[in-house]
Antibody
């Protein structure tokens, strides 16, 4: 069965970086896009961008440009999302999800990775 | 940050019908399908509706969706206590080449 298993919770200081992983299993990793979505405490879902695991091509909202990197390692069927220069506003639950096409719907989700940023 | 607009809250008594709206633009809802997600505290979001009005396997028939122009809506008929959750619409935005989410609606069962 399709599974997306994410890395564990992280506590970071402001200005630091965090790298969250999303291990995929149960399907052909390179055939599905991986997306990242986050939810800060008391806030709604925020879309962070996508990566094509086959080509490595990515796209993310302007507000994350220069601060986020999305990569993948096809040998271990894992996608990564790195966010740099963290602030308290980045404290959130981070989710990965997959779609057949980049404009598809999010049917399968990871369990979420909590990132807490505090001095 | 959200491109799609939803009412912040909706409520009803058990058995009632509740409708949630989602308003977008020509570059997202106007030209692409709308999907809906249910989000319960402590859990990952759950796909509730895809392609405007298609229910995934396991989603009860009391949930229905529709789309017209640059707006969409999700209806819950026969509201039940377990339907108390946050609901989000989402769509692909052609101009951004990204998905966009709605602002979210908290449904309360009175």
């Amino acid at each position: 069965q399709v599974q997306l298993v994410q890395s564990g919770a992280e506590m970071k200081k402001p200005g630091a970086s965090v790298k969250v992983s999303c291990k995929a299993s149960g399907y052909t990793f390179s055939a599905f896009y991986i997306h990242w979505i986050r939810q800060a405490p008391g806030q709604g879902l925020e879309y962070m961008g996508w990566i094509n695991p086959n080509s490595g091509v990515t796209n993310f909202p302007q507000r994350f440009q220069g601060r986020v990197t999305m990569t993948r390692d096809t040998s271990i069927t894992t996608a990564f999302m790195e966010l740099r220069n963290l602030t308290s506003d980045d404290t959130a639950m981070y989710y990965c999800s997959r779609t057949r096409s980049r404009n598809g719907w999010f049917e399968y989700w990871g369990q979420g990775s909590l990132v807490a940023v505090s001095s | 940050q959200s491109v799609l607009t939803q009412p912040p809250s909706a409520s009803g008594t058990p058995g009632q019908r509740v409708t949630i709206s989602c308003s977008g633009s020509s570059t997202n809802i106007g030209s692409n399908n709308v999907h809906w997600y249910q989000h319960l505290p402590g859990a990952a979001p759950r796909l509730l509706m895809f392609h405007n009005d298609q229910r995934p396997s396991g989603v009860p028939g009391r949930f229905s969706g529709s789309k017209s122009g640059t707006s969409a809506s999700l209806a819950i008929s026969g509201l039940q206590s377990e339907d108390e959750a946050d609901y989000y619409c989402a769509a692909w935005d052609e101009s951004l080449d990204l998905s966009v989410f709605g602002t979210g609606t908290k449904v309360t069962v009175l």
